[in-house]
């Protein structure tokens, strides 16, 4: 009995520099401000091809993995082009669909500008799937 307690009292600062092994974050919150278009200043629709800049609406796709706690960014769209719903869900991970608009994120190292997401709103969202019933 005392012998567990000294155990939880063995070095107390070592898991101060550990990040918390789960952070419950809402889309918004892990997508606000993520940066999009590999600092082009632009991205492009994926439907009609046309060039999307900051102050643009965009309709963007990400997934997440099992093991990853950030998404990965990888379809945009303008308004017009823009699906209303993840279609098939893909198996092993998390979709989700969001609008946002397109902001400006300034690198102060570079001087560069990337464009980053804004008022995001998730407009369809697809948890993990370990598999499906059909
Ligand atoms: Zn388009």
């Keep these: 009995m005392t012998d567990e ?14 990040p918390p092994e789960t952070v419950q974050a809402s889309p918004q919150q892990l997508l606000r401000g993520a940066s999009v278009g590999m600092s082009l200043g632009r991205v492009v ?3 009609c091809g046309e060039s999307l800049e900051e102050g643009r609406a965009v309709m963007i796709y990400g997934y997440r993995t099992a093991e990853s706690q950030t998404w990965t960014l990888r379809r ?4 017009a082009c823009a699906p209303t719903a993840i279609g098939d869900s ?3 991970v998390a979709e989700l669909l969001v609008r946002a608009w ?4 300034a690198l102060p190292r570079t001087r560069t500008h990337e464009l980053c997401l ?7 969202y697809r948890q993990l799937s370990e598999g499906s019933d059909s």
């Design 5 to 18: 307690l000294l155990r939880d009292r063995e070095r107390p600062g070592d898991t101060q520099n550990r």
């Design 45 to 47: 629709c994926l439907e």
């Design 76 to 79: 945009c769209y303008c308004t």
């Design 90 to 92: 893909t198996l092993g």
């Design 102 to 105: 397109l902001g400006s994120l």
């Design 118 to 124: 804004t008022e995001i709103e998730v407009v369809d």
